[in-house]
């Protein structure tokens, strides 16, 4: 069955940066397109990232544009969100998730992992 | 970009009452809206894509329904299970969004 496992969260100083990865079993990884979602405690979801199976396509959400950076690795099944130049409002649990897409559905996100905690405080 | 708003907020119901949440983009968004269930500690689960289309291993008591810009999520007979929080999110565009949720409790 599909698993998806973040890991790469913790406790970071403002302006710091950190590196997290998500782990993907139980399917043809290199086939999907990819996607993180965050949420603040207590608070709704935040979509932040997206990339498609080669890499070709990459978007952002204005609150994180420039300062973090969506990759893959296909030959290791990963993803990855580089996060830099850190604020207090990026504390959350980051999710990532499988974006499935159809012509006639456009994108949904049937799997998703458990999450990394990303605590920014100083 | 497009903004999604979700009433009533919350809401408290009992078992076995019929539930609807609404869900409106501000813009037409076609029939490009999802809805997920989030318990409490847990990640969100996928219950409805495409407006109407349900999950597989979603009960049968979840409908979803609507286009353009007002969008639906029904539970016919609410379960011990489904208190939880519903949120909304559009794909019309990879800019993708969320609408800020609905809890559903207990009365």
């Known amino acids: 069955q599909v698993r998806l496992v973040e890991s790469g969260g913790g406790l970071v100083k403002p302006g710091g940066s950190l590196r997290l990865s998500c782990a993907a079993s139980g399917f043809t990884f290199s086939d999907h397109y990819m996607t993180w979602i965050r949420q603040a405690p207590g608070k709704g979801l935040e979509w932040i990232s997206y990339i498609s199976s080669t890499s070709s396509f990459i978007n952002y959400a204005a609150s994180v544009k420039g300062r973090f950076t969506i990759s893959r690795d296909n030959a290791k099944n990963s993803l990855y969100l580089q996060i830099n130049s850190l604020r207090a409002e990026d504390t959350a649990l980051y999710y990532c998730?499988?974006?499935?897409?159809?012509?006639?559905?456009?994108?949904?996100?049937?799997?998703w992992g458990q999450g990394t905690l990303v605590t920014v405080s100083s | 970009d497009i903004q999604m708003t979700q009433s009533p907020s919350s809401l408290s119901a009992s078992v076995g009452d019929r539930v609807t949440i609404t869900c409106r983009a501000n813009q037409s968004i076609n029939i490009y809206l999802n809805w997920y269930q989030q318990k409490p500690g847990k990640a969100p689960k996928l219950l409805i894509y495409a407006a109407s289309s349900v999950q597989s291993g979603v009960p049968s008591r979840f409908s979803g329904s609507g286009s353009g810009t007002d969008f639906s999520l029904t539970i016919s007979s609410l379960q011990p299970e489904d208190f939880a929080t519903y949120y909304c999110q559009h794909s019309y565009t990879t800019l993708f969004s969320f609408g800020p949720g609905t809890k559903v409790d207990i009365k």
């Open positions: 998730a499988r974006a499935l897409f159809g012509v006639t559905t456009a994108y949904y996100f049937d799997s």
